[in-house]
């Protein structure tokens, strides 16, 4: 009986990272997981742009810096171009750094998962952690992401209809991977909530 997002043949996984020992890692620990398969890898996003429309991997995990092309700009790439579930792998998407994974969501990015610093072990919570992440999102169906327009510049001669209003819901809706990114979301709001009440 196969899990949720499992092929038949298995979960094909393409790999960018710019750290080779890195790539071997990840590979190494995916692949404890017979159900997962890494077809390909590459050094930075332009490598693997052409690459991944060649293989047509079910999940790209990839870092988020990295030469010649980032994670967020191959994110966008793909997006636009091939799109495919991607999982971002980097130390620069956890705790502090909510910038960064808000950008990578908005980007197309299903989720997020940070890299840990002192490495991974296949049979380490973490590595478990993340196979089922990649397993979870073989499943999730994604769409072309066109950039977007920018908005209009209102006439000086209408303000906006919001100007005086006040807002008491707000409403907010996610998918795969949206529980962490909506715990990053509403972190960040309690915090700020809590410095301007600490400032009267």
């Known amino acids: 009986m196969q899990g949720p997002g499992v092929k038949a043949g298995g979960i094909r996984v393409f790999v960018v990272d710019d750290s080779p020992l890195i790539v071997a890692m990840l590979k ?21 742009l052409k690459a ?6 079910d999940v790209v995990c990839t870092d ?9 700009e191959l994110t966008r790439e793909l997006m636009s171009r091939h799109p495919v579930p991607i999982l971002v792998i980097s130390v620069s998407v956890g705790e502090g750094k909510e910038g960064n994974v808000f950008e990578l969501l908005e980007a197309g990015a299903v989720d997020v998962f940070a890299k840990p610093r002192s490495g991974f072990r296949p049979d380490a919570p973490d590595s478990r952690a993340l196979r089922e992440k990649v397993r979870l999102l073989a499943g ?11 908005p209009p510049s209102p006439s000086p001669a209408t303000p906006p ?19 962490q990114a909506l715990g990053v979301l509403l972190g960040a709001l309690a915090n700020r909530h809590g410095e301007r009440s600490e400032g009267g």
Request: charged content about 20%.
């Open 28 to 48: 190494r620990i995916l692949e404890a997981d017979g159900r997962l398969r890494v077809v390909g890898s590459a050094g930075n996003g332009a490598e693997a």
């Open 52 to 57: 991944i429309q060649r293989l047509a991997p």
């Open 64 to 72: 988020l810096h990295m030469p010649v092309m980032s994670g967020l």
């Open 140 to 150: 999730v169906r994604v769409f072309r992401k066109h950039a977007r327009p920018a």
């Open 161 to 179: 209809r919001t100007v005086g209003r006040r807002f008491s819901i707000l409403g907010i809706g996610s998918s795969t991977g949206g529980p």
